[in-house]
DNA sequence: GATGAATGAGAGTTCATTCAT
DNA sequence: TATGAATGAACTCTCATTCAT
């Protein structure tokens, strides 16, 4: 029996190029820079992946397998409340930038490195970037449908929104801190989601000029 | 005189380069495209460019200045009406994307391309993100000293916010699409921003379970 | 087993180099040169040297070192004669001109195209140039000391003078012939060295004119 | 009339190409280090020269006039003494370090630059050592036609060691050092070519072992 | 004569990929 | 499976030279 199976140094393999990808971006990692982190031959890569950018496609697809995993698993129910929408929100946040803060290589690479490499790579990114798209639509079309989301607003067109808020807060805060808050940032996101800007629900606002 | 100047010569680089890394990702993309799409000769690049990276680095200082002019342009007055600040919202992201729909090349380069290329480069991206992020903070903390927007969020984090929408938005609704509705794009967003995800100001809502 | 090991590839490159820089010049030979007459294929030079420089200095190294190990071989013993310190002194130039002649190609890089190529290359020539500066100027200290020299002269300048000499005879009667008597040559060189110009030791020369 | 004539304008270019070829070697120095220097636009450069190769064979042949022109100077008589041949190779020592110790820019570029450039290059050089060896050869004949020198050695093989001599003091002793003093360099060198090595004119060394 | 923007051949170098061991 | 020396296509960049003004 070998000392690694072949899964394991896949695996291996796969680390050493999202830790080696995160540093120094797709273009300047080279393959040498991969092997020499796995401490394998440069021609072991090859016995796994088919080329440079096969191994990019291998850490996207592997980062689709977290999320798909993490959406699938079923949530602890949240105690029923005034503002139960907004529990839940706040919740499927927190798990989701939790994810990423798990695996902030993976995340850089996804949300930093992912430049045009490939066709096949492309696609890999929008079968990834749609599966978190499909999750919050279906979502808030559930919430609405329930009456637990002001009906306003499309469905899909939040998902755009929720996921470009994920992106920018994963990448304006949690890539650059060890240690950010996520609990606090999911808080806080969620609460500006469900009460809006709007100062007053009730009043008019008392004579504004322009800014 | 020569029948085009060095500023023209140098804009008609710029414009060829932004094109084919729009294209072709500023990885795939060679001096001999750029040079070809000019219409010029390779060395001729090098006249106006150090290299590869500095002339990336220039079309993140072009789209910049592009989007300072546009910042410090005076805006024609919002008619006071009882949703001032949220008019003032829609207009500046109208503002925003039209930018963005107006260079979508740029902002393809800009958005998708902002790979890790060099130190110069990351700073000019940085440098750039920074300009958005203090215009929108800025912005939003004027609001809410007027009481024009909610206090409860910090203008920071909304800022944030703010910019991961704009990306997203631009992303997927500008930059796939030859003519997108840009001032349907920005009512919505601003329709959302400003009332939230909340169902019903005065009520319960009606028994929800877990979703 | 490799058919061929580091060490002979590196030496078959560097060989190759020798050969090139000796028939084009440093300047005038590329990397395709080399590698064509080593038969290898372009990028396996630069697995065993840096850059062109850098085999530049492995030349200049080699040779440093061949001269070195000449240099500490020990001599056999001059037979105990009337000019003793002639007869050392002309077996050692024979020494040197047997190295030069015997790596023709590799002294006339060394000797005509000790150009300026890098500071590293500088210094490379110039410790070679010092390692031949030394051994002399200490022979002759030797020799002055056991009174088998003339005591008037510097031995620093003396090693300079020897070192003038030598490069001279080597550029002029070893680099152009395939066969010079290098024998003939070094008795030359040492009678003239040993004797001098003056034409008669004892009497004053018959009223010379000027010349 | 222009401000300055052809002839003016090749001598700023030329003596510009001396002191940047002098500096960077002719390898690393460039067309546009010499224009800068001499203040001209490029193209001036070549309606002077045909090309790079070109003036540095225009140095060399401005150097081989000077030298011609120091050569045929008449030199004024050496008072008659005791050792007049040895006075009279002094003087000529002295007038040829002298020449370049006057010029060493041009002295530089003529003695380590002399790579192998372009055949004419090549040839130009072997035009300029010739006048060299010519004169010393000539010289030495003519000395020893007047028993004034030692009939013991060919005066061609004298040339060449005296050749190789005046390199390695020029580049040793005069090149390093903005003020060498060249009467002394001179003297010591004639001193040394006089009276040679040998150490005791009349009696046999005492015993001597091998060094 | 003088200019200097433009040229493009050609250089050195990199590195993803292969394959004999 | 694993190795790593060897490969060579493709790249960026330089710079001597030209020529329309």
């Known amino acids: 029996m070998p000392l690694v199976t072949g899964r394991e140094r896949r695996r291996q393999l796969l680390d050493a190029a999202i830790w ?3 540093r120094k971006g797709f273009r300047r990692a080279s393959i040498s820079d991969i092997v020499a982190r796995a401490q394998v031959a440069r021609g072991t890569f090859y016995l796994y992946f088919d080329s440079k950018e096969d191994v990019f496609l291998a850490i996207v ?3 689709h397998d977290r999320v798909r995993r993490m959406l699938e698993e079923p949530e602890p129910p949240v105690p029923l409340a005034d503002h139960h929408g907004r529990a839940l929100l706040q919740r499927t946040l ?6 990423f803060a798990g695996h902030r290589d993976a ?4 949300l930093k490195e992912a430049t045009s490499i490939d066709p096949k790579v492309e696609a890999g990114l929008r079968r990834l970037r749609q599966l ?8 808030f079309e559930r919430l609405q449908a329930r009456g637990l989301v002001n009906r306003g607003v499309s469905p899909d067109l939040l998902a755009h929104l929720q996921m470009g808020m994920m992106d920018e807060a994963v990448i304006g805060f949690i890539l650059p801190e060890p240690r950010g808050d996520v609990d606090a940032l999911a808080a806080q996101i969620a609460s500006f989601e469900w009460d809006g800007l709007r100062p007053d629900r009730s009043g008019t606002p008392a004579v504004p000029r322009n800014v």
Chains 1, 2, 3, 4 share one sequence.
């Open 20 to 22: 080696t990808f995160a």
């Open 132 to 139: 978190g798209l499909n999750y919050f639509a279906t979502r």
């Open 94 to 99: 927190r798990r989701w930038l939790e994810l």
């Open 107 to 110: 995340a850089q690479v996804i």
């Open 61 to 63: 697809e592997d980062f």
